[in-house]
């Protein structure tokens, strides 16, 4: 037990200094699973966004984690944020 809180806390240290995160009010629960479909579908059809070769995501037992490279597996390669939603998404970011 104090081995995995170890590892966790390192995990944990190297996220905090390492990663950026910010919140986005996206209203009601209906569009914010909307928004969420979007973000994961656009990241998704970016042709120039994905992992490096030492992304954990390769090893996953989950053969769709692997294929697609991404952590998730539903909303992929579906319908992208439009111009407009994406504006008005960069107008709830601080």
Do not use: H
């Not at 950026?20 to 479909?37: D, H, Y």
């Not at 059809?45 to 030492?54: G, V, Y």
């Not at 996953?60 to 994406?86: H, M, T």
């Amino acid at each position: 037990m104090a081995r995995q809180q170890a590892v966790e806390r390192r995990v944990s240290d190297y996220i905090q200094s390492s990663f950026s995160f910010i919140t986005v009010p996206a209203g009601e629960r209906e569009q914010r699973l909307r928004l969420e479909a979007r973000l994961i579908s656009t990241i998704s059809l970016c042709e120039t966004c994905r992992p490096s070769i030492a992304w954990l995501g390769r090893f996953s037992p989950k053969e769709k984690i692997q294929k697609f490279d991404l952590w998730l597996v539903n909303e992929l390669y579906r319908q992208p944020l439009s111009a407009d939603e994406f504006d008005a998404l960069q107008g709830l970011c601080p």
